[in-house]
């Protein structure tokens, strides 16, 4: 019942921010509105038109992983507003993705950081070393000066430890999820989004094992409440609240497609001729199948090692 009813509210932020679950996100009829939804524990999750951004709560302050592009810095602090009055004093970027990094300075400095301050901006070191190339899409006072490069990094904030760990070759080399172990939520960026299928970057590194690899660290970390649903919660890059039994669904999807690309590949087929064969076609109903060739496409590659 507890996950049923936190759904079906997701499920109506969705829908007043102008989400589909099953198509791309998209700014509602006002604009660029942003749904707050309080997930359990101090965090919450704020839908926006370029994704969801997670946010943890507390009397030290607040912390954000990923902070969406720099325009849409105000409005985001808008709806942080409705939640704390305190500064946000840490962002975690779990990739490279310029809408997922763009305000990483913008919006702390609106929240109330002094001006002396610097907001603590944790990632991969693979992020930093994708976002310093010239010429550099992102501004330099919003890369990340926190960055780690074991397997996991923790810390302690708001009374509560936080735990980011990297995923090696998912998207792409600089992957992280982060897992608010107080609270029970994990927010994971866009290695897993209901109803779209997964851009994996093979020219970044990115690749099918490392994807799957990622969908199972983050089924190591979730535990269920009851019959398989609730407990630990998951933040996806984009759409709606989900739990252990989502990702579950999500990564045997994957793995599914994965297989029937490489016994293609196995019968000698061309790309060309393994688009041609549909290997999502069972899902394209449930996931976003404008996005179903690229899919396929980065399987493929990465399964030849074909650029």
């Known amino acids: 019942m507890q996950r049923y009813l936190t759904l079906v509210a997701a499920a109506v932020l969705a829908a007043v921010c102008?989400?589909?679950?099953?198509?791309?996100p998209a700014p509602s009829a006002a604009g660029e509105d942003i749904g707050v939804l309080k997930v359990q524990g101090n965090v919450y999750m704020l839908v926006t038109p370029a994704g969801n951004i997670a946010a943890q709560i507390g009397d030290d302050g607040v912390l954000i992983v990923n902070s969406g592009p720099e325009t849409m810095a105000p409005k985001v602090l808008a709806a942080l507003?409705?939640?704390s009055d305190k500064p946000i004093l840490w962002v975690v970027n779990t990739d490279a993705a310029p809408d997922h990094l763009g305000a990483?300075?913008?919006l702390p400095r609106l929240s109330g950081l002094g001006p002396r301050q610097m907001p603590r901006i944790v990632a991969y070191e693979n992020v930093l070393d994708r976002v310093t190339r010239k010429p550099s899409p992102v501004p330099e006072?919003?890369?990340?000066?926190?960055?780690y490069f074991k397997p996991s990094k923790d810390f302690s904030f708001n009374g509560e430890a936080v735990i980011v760990y990297h995923l090696p070759a998912a998207l792409t080399d600089g992957d992280s999820i982060v897992h608010f172990r107080r609270s029970d939520v994990l927010a994971v960026?866009?290695?897993?989004t209901p109803g779209h299928y997964p851009v994996i970057h093979v020219?970044?590194?990115g690749g099918i094992q490392g994807e799957i690899d990622g969908l199972n660290q983050i089924l190591r970390v979730t535990v269920p409440l009851k019959y398989e649903e609730g407990g630990t919660y998951v933040i996806p890059g984009r759409?709606?609240?989900c739990d252990e039994a989502d990702v579950v669904e999500f990564r045997n999807m994957v793995t599914i497609v994965r297989d029937r690309v490489r016994d293609l590949i196995g019968k000698d087929k061309t790309l060309d001729q393994v688009k041609a064969a549909r290997p999502t076609r069972d899902y394209d109903t449930q996931y976003d199948a404008a996005s179903a060739d690229q899919f396929v496409e980065a399987i493929y590659r990465s399964l030849t090692g074909k650029k």
């Open 18 to 24: 102008g989400y589909g679950q099953s198509s791309a």
């Open 81 to 83: 507003r409705k939640l």
């Open 104 to 106: 990483n300075d913008a």
């Open 141 to 147: 006072a919003a890369w990340p000066n926190d960055e």
């Open 189 to 192: 960026g866009d290695v897993f």
């Open 203 to 205: 020219d970044q590194g």
């Open 239 to 241: 759409g709606r609240l």
